[in-house]
Each structure stands twice: as structure tokens, then as C-alpha cells.
């Protein structure tokens, strides 16, 4: 009795998420909120956390960030997710 009501549960909740899948707006990742990135030569890696190319002119080689969501997109994004708390 109880791995049948176990097994309906679960195929139910299967049904639910299959019949109604919805994407994330909130799904976005912090580096798509900056307009550029340093690539690191000794490594390959790459920083996309730059805001400005004042920033960039101290370090190695910098590009535009090619998953920057526009500076409209990102503000929109920001206004849409802000945080409920403070810290103040």
C-alpha cells in the first residue's frame, strides 16, 4: 500500500512538470550583467565581472562580454529581481 501511494505520488508530480514546464526568468547569470571580460593568457580563463574599460586598461586583454544582456536588460533585471531585505 504504501509504494503504490509512494509511486502515484511521484508519477503525479511527473505529470505536473512535464504538462506545465515554465522557464525561469530569474535565471541569470551575474557575469551577464557586465558589459566586458579579461582574458588571462597564463591560463585561458576568463573574468567577466568588468563594468567599465577604465578597468580593463590595467589588465591583460579585454573584450566585450558576448553574454551581456545590454545595459537595458540588465537594469530591467536588476529592478525585476531586487532582494526583499536590506542590510540597513
Given at each position: 500500500?504504501?509504494?503504490t501511494?509512494?509511486?502515484a505520488t511521484l508519477c503525479g508530480i511527473a505529470?505536473?512538470?512535464?504538462a506545465n514546464p515554465r522557464p525561469s526568468d530569474a535565471y541569470v547569470y551575474a557575469a551577464q550583467l557586465y558589459p566586458?571580460?579579461?582574458l588571462t593568457s597564463s591560463n585561458g580563463g576568463m573574468n567577466c565581472y568588468i563594468s567599465s574599460r577604465d578597468q580593463c586598461?590595467?589588465?591583460e586583454l579585454c573584450i566585450n562580454n558576448p553574454w551581456y544582456l545590454g545595459a537595458e536588460g540588465a537594469r530591467a533585471w536588476k529592478r525585476k529581481n531586487k532582494p526583499k531585505w536590506r542590510w540597513w
Open positions: 500500500m504504501k509504494m501511494a509512494l509511486v505529470a505536473i512538470l512535464v566586458y571580460c579579461q586598461e590595467y589588465r
